[in-house]
């Protein structure tokens, strides 16, 4: 089974609770990132335990490995099961955040490459090859590869065997779920659920997966 991962990127804490109790039936985990996070601080997570779902940290953790392990440790005491980090920053800064998931029971994922137009820019020429072996190194849970590129996530798929595969840039960026949904663990999808007039009903759509 493909699980199928909702992105929760609206600003409001309410709003936020209200979407994914809609979604929860249909849904495996949700990833919070940058903008409802700041919006309404980590206890985001406490709101949303009650759904007993996996919350998924998504900062992009990029730092030296002291402010990685701090800002790791702070997202883990807050509730969260999962976070994303970045790898480009290294090996030693992406292992602390490795290890500081596993301490607490967690799993860790590697941005391998990114899925908007942009990322093509340096994310090319075997560097998101690079930063997938170093997950694997690293003995990361998983890594982020582009729906909007499905090749690409075949040929990482190659470098990290057996380790999950989450995929977001489905809907709004143009991914197609079903071509996807094929070569991946999860698919992460945000605006084309949380913008839809009843986003409960279009999470089971997108549910199709799942089964």
Same mark, same amino acid.
């Given at each position: 089974m493909t699980e199928l991962i909702l992105s929760l990127d609206v600003l409001d804490r309410e709003e936020a609770v209200e979407i994914a109790?809609?979604?929860?039936?249909h849904i495996d985990a949700i990833k919070i990132g940058y903008p409802l996070a700041l919006r309404t601080g980590l206890s985001i997570a406490e709101d949303l335990?009650?759904?007993?779902?996996? @919350?998924?940290?998504? %900062?992009?953790?990029?730092?030296?490995? !002291?402010? !990685?392990?701090?800002? &790791?440790?702070?997202?883990?005491?807050a509730g969260f099961d999962a976070v994303i980090a970045h790898g480009f920053v290294g090996a030693d800064a992406a292992q602390t &955040? /490795?290890?500081?998931? $596993?301490? $607490? #029971? #967690?799993?860790?994922?590697? /941005?391998?490459?990114?899925?908007?137009? *942009? +990322?093509?820019? %340096? %994310? $090319? #020429? *075997?560097v +998101?090859?690079?930063? +997938?072996?170093?997950?694997?190194?690293?003995?990361?849970?998983g890594i982020i590869a582009p729906a909007t590129r499905p090749d690409r996530i075949a040929k990482l798929r190659e470098i990290v065997?057996?380790?999950? =595969?989450?995929?977001?840039g489905?809907?709004?960026? *143009? *991914?197609? @779920?079903?071509t996807v949904a094929d070569l991946v663990d999860g698919v992460i999808v945000g605006r084309s =659920?949380?913008?839809?007039?009843?986003? #409960?009903?279009? +999470?089971?759509? %997108?549910?199709?997966?799942?089964r």
């Open positions: 109790e809609s979604c929860a039936p335990s009650g759904l007993a779902l996996p @919350l998924i940290a998504d %900062f992009k953790v990029a730092d030296i490995p !002291n402010t !990685n392990r701090l800002i &790791c440790e702070a997202v883990f005491g &955040c /490795v290890e500081v998931a $596993h301490r $607490h #029971g #967690g799993t860790a994922y590697i /941005v391998a490459e990114m899925s908007h137009p *942009g +990322a093509t820019t %340096f %994310f $090319h #020429g *075997g +998101a090859e690079e930063i +997938a072996a170093l997950a694997v190194s690293c003995r990361a849970d065997g057996d380790r999950a =595969i989450y995929s977001p489905v809907g709004a960026q *143009g *991914g197609d @779920l079903d =659920i949380y913008e839809a007039k009843d986003p #409960g009903a279009e +999470a089971e759509r %997108f549910s199709r997966i799942r």
